[in-house]
């Protein structure tokens, strides 16, 4: 499946963005979605998922209760809403995608084998 992240910009602290990851060539039937992000001089890290078989979310301690990973199927289309985001919060944003991950090792990125471009998120102070 091909992705294409969408919807980074440039917010003040306590701002909202929406990120948007839409695929091409396959459905999302079957896939667990993720988000990740990476700062400069850090390293990838997980923001948030969903496995295809559990509608139930994941999300890194960071986020929790701030952002949101929802997924219109109709659409193919990932979608990752950011409330009070924090300068912290700056950094590129990935989508990424795949079919064969299991519960444990879905907040690794080398689990993920289809990514998307990243979009990247300013939050200033």
């Known amino acids: 499946v091909q992705l294409q992240a969408s919807g980074g910009g440039l917010v003040q602290t306590g701002g909202s963005l929406r990120l948007s990851c839409a695929a091409s060539g396959r459905t999302f039937s079957g896939y667990t979605l993720a988000w990740f992000r990476q700062a400069t001089g850090k390293e990838r890290e997980f923001v948030a998922a969903?496995?295809?078989?559990?509608?139930?979310?994941f999300y890194a301690d960071s986020v929790k209760g701030r952002f949101t990973i929802s997924r219109d199927n109709a659409k193919s289309t990932l979608y990752l809403q950011m409330n009070s985001l924090q300068p912290e919060d700056t950094a590129e944003y990935y989508c990424a995608a795949s079919r064969t991950i299991i519960t444990s090792t879905l907040r690794v990125p080398s689990s993920y084998d289809s990514w998307g471009q990243g979009t990247l998120v300013t939050v200033s102070s």
């Open positions: 969903f496995k295809w078989a559990n509608s139930n979310p």
